[in-house]
């Protein structure tokens, strides 16, 4: 079994008295040395409730240092975490809860009536933070660190956002997220002088690793908020405290329509991130000129999830591009056949590396559905090569929709109706069609103050930039979109008029 260090421990012993993270809405700050002290004796409080090797541990929580304290300690007892959406209805949760058999919940107050309820049917101990917590952790010796963590071990279970259907839950290994540091460190130059925000929802990938764990691995600072909201976001940006700043397209988006945009220096940033859904062009254009060379990235839950990050220099040369496969991470495009494409032409990514998931926890068949024998992630999303070896994401591998007998990939025809300047957001799918098969339907989301133009006019903006099978026959324009926590438009869930 390959080993790995116990990287807290060791930044503890590297940078005790740097700041490491710090709660900007109740002031609470940690250093290195404290958040270590806390962790082990959580460590503790995990070993009296039977959470040790393979027990599994929930939490439902905004963010918060306690979480990260939480997963620490898990990773000194060999507990599996288990973060849930705060989002979802206890109906949505408690099959999730079931299966998973936590022997621990950990809450927030502003969750503990949901918790409570899971913690009930699971019989699972609450512990509140805002409650409990404290008293625990004063009250309990601290553990002995654990020396090393086991590369392929559990660590935690991400269930995926379910843009198709229920969630399954992810394996994240410490060797992935080992995997991860490397991969994004290495994509933005992360330094231990970088201070990062943390505001992405915990239970999601993003929320963890980008760019928290990876900055806290290099000695660098963490400044989290309970969740996003634009005012404090643009405060902290206008006063220069952020270095690096990770945000899905609904996050830039926001950013955008806020009335300090203008006003803002962006460039104080030293590198802007973004994924989780195509960035539209026009968002690219729109923080380029506010000195602001936001890198489209792209990865999975399934990878850890760093896979792809552009360069930022030439984030306005190639855009739509998510850049190339990062240091410990292959790609491959393969067609119908099961073979690779030609560059420039079309074909389902595979990826694969040491920082892929082993699969889905307790679910052998979707496990094997999505991991060829070999160790290929097959993703389910259509890309591109360019002869520069940078890769464009065009769909996914369902979403296409075929019209005439041409293939139609929705997201080309999203970006074409992004640029629109009345349309802040578009959504495509293909509906059945007696003459053509298929045709596009277009769901548009306007910008504020706009009125919606007539549906000619949006065809004919597309006709003047895409061929004519790819024009979407049909608009509808909707006050809101259904949204994963990763900002992705839930298409399933777009109610058809």
């Excluded at 306690?66 to 990773?75: G, N, S």
Aim: proline fraction near 6%.
């Amino acid at each position: 079994m390959k080993y790995m260090t116990n990287l807290l421990a060791r930044r503890a012993v590297l940078t005790p008295n740097r700041p490491a993270m710090t709660e900007l809405v109740g002031g609470q700050n940690q250093t290195y040395s404290a958040l270590q002290e806390r962790v082990l004796r959580l460590a503790t409080v995990l070993k009296a409730y039977g959470a040790v090797e393979g027990a599994r541990v929930a939490i439902l929580c905004r963010n918060r240092i306690a979480f990260f304290e939480v997963l620490f300690a898990a990773a000194n007892t060999g507990a599996i975490v288990t973060p849930l959406n705060w989002r979802a209805p206890l109906p949505e949760l408690s099959p999730l809860v079931a299966a998973a058999s936590p022997v621990m919940m950990f809450c927030g107050t502003e969750d503990a009536e949901v918790a409570g309820a899971l913690a009930a049917n699971s019989g699972a101990k609450l512990i509140d933070f805002d409650q409990d917590y404290e008293e625990l952790l004063q009250n309990a010796n601290p553990s002995q660190a654990r020396r090393h963590w086991a590369f392929d071990d559990i660590w935690y279970l991400l269930y995926t956002s379910g843009t198709t259907g229920q969630p399954k839950a992810v394996i994240q290994t410490y060797g992935m997220a080992h995997v991860n540091t490397v991969n994004l460190g290495q994509a933005i130059d992360l330094q231990s002088s970088d201070v990062t925000l943390n505001f992405l929802p915990l239970f999601h990938t993003a929320g963890i690793n980008l760019h928290t764990l990876p900055t806290l691995f290099a000695g660098g600072h963490v400044l989290i908020l309970p969740g996003f909201e634009a005012d404090p976001v643009m405060n902290l940006l206008a006063e220069g405290r952020i270095s690096t700043f990770f945000g899905v397209p609904a996050i830039y988006q926001a950013l955008s329509l806020h009335p300090e945009f203008a006003k803002v220096e962006l460039d104080r940033v030293r590198h802007w991130g973004c994924g989780g859904a195509p960035l539209a062009d026009a968002l690219v254009h729109e923080f380029a000129r506010r000195g602001a060379k936001v890198a489209n990235g792209m990865g999975m839950t399934e990878t850890g999830p760093t896979v792809f990050l552009a360069d930022p220099e030439t984030a306005t040369q190639k855009i739509g591009s998510v850049g190339k496969p990062q240091i410990l991470c292959e790609a491959r495009l393969v067609g119908a056949e099961g073979k690779d494409v030609a560059i420039g032409e079309t074909g389902e990514l595979w990826l694969s590396g040491p920082g892929i998931t082993p699969g889905y926890w307790g679910n052998a068949e979707a496990t094997a559905a999505a991991l060829t024998p070999d160790g290929w992630l097959k993703t389910g999303d259509l890309a591109r090569q360019d002869e520069d070896g940078c890769f464009y994401i065009v769909g996914r591998l369902k979403e296409m929709y075929i019209s005439g007998a041409e293939n139609v990939y929705p997201a080309e025809v999203e970006n074409v109706l992004a640029r629109h300047p009345a349309i802040l957001e578009a959504a495509v799918l293909g509906v059945a069609d007696a003459r053509w098969g298929e045709v596009g339907h277009a769901f548009i989301l306007l910008r504020p103050t706009y009125d919606a133009p007539e549906i000619s006019d949006i065809q004919a903006w597309c006709r003047a930039q895409l061929a004519a099978f790819k024009v979407p026959k049909h608009v509808t324009f909707v006050d809101e979109f259904p949204r994963t926590p990763a900002g992705k438009i839930q298409k399933h869930l777009i109610p058809r008029p």
